[in-house]
């Protein structure tokens, strides 16, 4: 892709739909690209615009509210430039990201936008914040940091122990935040030693909000580090579960189907979905859910996906213990995701009496003896879920 044709085509593209606004000039002057200035700094001015506006209609308490039908197809066309250029720019010099408050924003206002007749604001909706002085698209393609360098040598907490690896917490104080360090147990085999690299290579490769990130595999000591997160999903819903509202639970729901609609589209089976593997960032304003644990992922033509994998977990298909974990598939795959969608919705295990009609419907048909009747991929169960 000619980056500077591509950026010369969504800068007429926005031109078709609204004027370049300086504004904001001011808090993109470290992007060097003049026509991406004024896309960024133009988006910007519309989004606050936008919301603003989407701020005066907001619902109260659990009623609905209607978003007008212009400044819906409005938001939903910028929406979609600002994720095509991040996605397009990505291996690029011209790559940026979205802050992360934003990015959660405008991830959440796709799945209730309509591009006609107008959107139906979800209840309890909160106000969005309007950034006046805070830019809400940041550069990656530089960094400054005065320091001098050098080593640093950090405590080891140990706060967890796997088959495979020693799981370890740390304060880095160059950084100021924590970090986690996982180190594979020095008893293990070369192809094990192998499945751990894999794991790291796999996290590594993906590029998602939803997916873990990993940094610096040290191939001496086969260690890697992972950024730290507050929960693992079922310490947070144990911490909170009298608390939650209906509306909080569906965004958890909605980040972790959209975390493994991602995952699909890799052509990557995670094969060891529980609570324990899905882990929550908890920001002053919003939560983030991320997958972790890479162990067992299932990636086409591998040679070391092991046909013979010891069955694990509850919320895998008791079935798989006489078929055999060879036969792991989607439908195995959204059996679990089914099993974590409604704990996540009631904070319960035991599906045996579930009041709400729809979430019912939901949990038979992703948890059918019949295969051919489950869900048969994750497009399906964001669909079905719409509905709870």
């Not at 530089?142 to 950090?154: A, E, L, P, W």
């Not at 980040?255 to 979905?273: E, N």
């Not at 929550?280 to 939560?287: A, G």
């Amino acid at each position: 892709m000619n980056i500077e044709n591509y950026i010369e085509s969504q800068y007429r593209e926005l031109l078709s739909c609204s004027q370049i606004n300086a504004e904001y000039s001011d808090l993109y002057k470290s992007f060097r690209n003049q026509k991406l200035r004024e896309i960024l700094m133009t988006l910007h001015h519309d989004l606050v615009g936008l919301f603003r506006t989407m701020n005066e209609r907001l619902p109260t308490g659990e009623h609905e509210a209607h978003f007008w039908a212009e400044p819906s197809r409005d938001l939903i066309k910028r929406i979609e430039m600002i994720f095509g250029l991040v996605s397009s720019l990505k291996e690029t010099p011209l790559a940026f990201q979205i802050d992360p408050y934003y990015l959660d924003l405008l991830t959440r206002c796709r799945d209730f936008l309509s591009s006609s007749g107008g959107s139906s604001l979800p209840p309890n909706m909160a106000k969005v914040e309007l950034y006046y002085t805070l830019p809400i698209f940041l550069p990656l393609s530089s960094i400054t940091i005065s320091h001098k360098q050098q080593d640093f040598t950090f405590d080891l907490k140990l706060i967890g122990s796997g088959s495979y690896a020693n799981v370890y917490k740390y304060k880095d104080t160059f950084y100021n935040r924590p970090f986690i360090l996982k180190r594979a147990k020095k008893e293990l085999t070369d192809k094990e030693v192998a499945r751990f690299k894999r794991e790291f290579d796999v996290m590594n490769g993906l590029s998602s909000p939803y997916i873990l990130e990993v940094y610096c595999y040290n191939p001496d000591k086969n260690e890697y580090i992972m950024e730290y997160m507050d929960y693992t999903l079922d310490g947070y819903i144990a911490a909170h579960n009298s608390t939650l509202t209906i509306i909080q639970r569906k965004g958890i729901a909605q980040q972790i189907l959209r975390a493994f609609d991602y995952l699909h589209s890799k052509g990557h089976l995670h094969r060891d979905i529980s609570p324990k593997n899905i882990l929550i960032k908890e920001y002053d304003d919003t939560l983030v859910v991320k997958l972790s644990d890479f162990g067992l992922v299932k990636i086409p033509d591998s040679t070391l996906t092991t046909v013979n994998t010891e069955f694990k977990g509850y919320f895998n298909d008791p079935a798989l213990v006489v078929e055999g974990f060879n036969t792991y598939g989607i439908v195995h795959e959204t059996y679990a995701l089914t099993r974590v969608i409604y704990f996540v919705m009631t904070g319960k295990t035991n599906t045996e009496k579930i009041t709400n009609q729809n979430l019912r419907a939901f949990v038979e048909k992703g948890l059918n003896p019949d295969k051919t009747k489950r869900f048969q991929n994750i497009r399906d169960m964001i669909s079905a879920f719409k509905t709870i």
